[in-house]
């Protein structure tokens, strides 16, 4: 079983930036590709960013190429979300996902889920 923790969620203003992590319990950490979803109230579950186990490739939701940053340290078992210029549609709850497939933006594919950090933007 894979245990996952995000962090870093907060109110931020319109413009502003957050970084959001996402530490594992797993010692295959490495072997894992890593999602970033997230959820607004009375939406369906969004696609944000997803990373494979090398870190050498990345995808990315259309709305957030070019404000959104996924990376990972396989040394400390976590992984980021670098969040930049939020807008107030970017208020969500934000979940991590581990996945045994690289680069899936569909939340089929991630078995393993976070319990989600509350991101509020303000316009």
């Known amino acids: 079983h894979v245990q996952l923790v995000e962090s870093g969620g907060g109110l931020v203003q319109a413009g502003g930036s957050l970084r959001l992590s996402c530490a594992s319990s797993a010692r295959t950490f490495s072997s894992y590709a890593m999602g970033w979803f997230r959820q607004a109230p009375g939406k369906e579950r969004e696609f944000v960013a997803s990373i494979i186990s090398c870190g050498c490739s990345t995808y990315y939701g259309h709305s957030m190429k070019g404000r959104f940053t996924i990376s990972r340290d396989n040394a400390q078992n976590t992984v980021y979300l670098q969040m930049n210029i939020l807008k107030p549609e970017d208020t969500a709850v934000y979940y991590c996902?581990?996945?045994?497939?690289?680069?899936?933006?569909?939340?089929?594919?991630?078995?393993?889920w976070g319990q989600g950090t509350q991101v509020t933007v303000s316009s």
């Open positions: 996902a581990a996945s045994y497939v690289g680069g899936s933006r569909y939340d089929r594919d991630y078995p393993y």
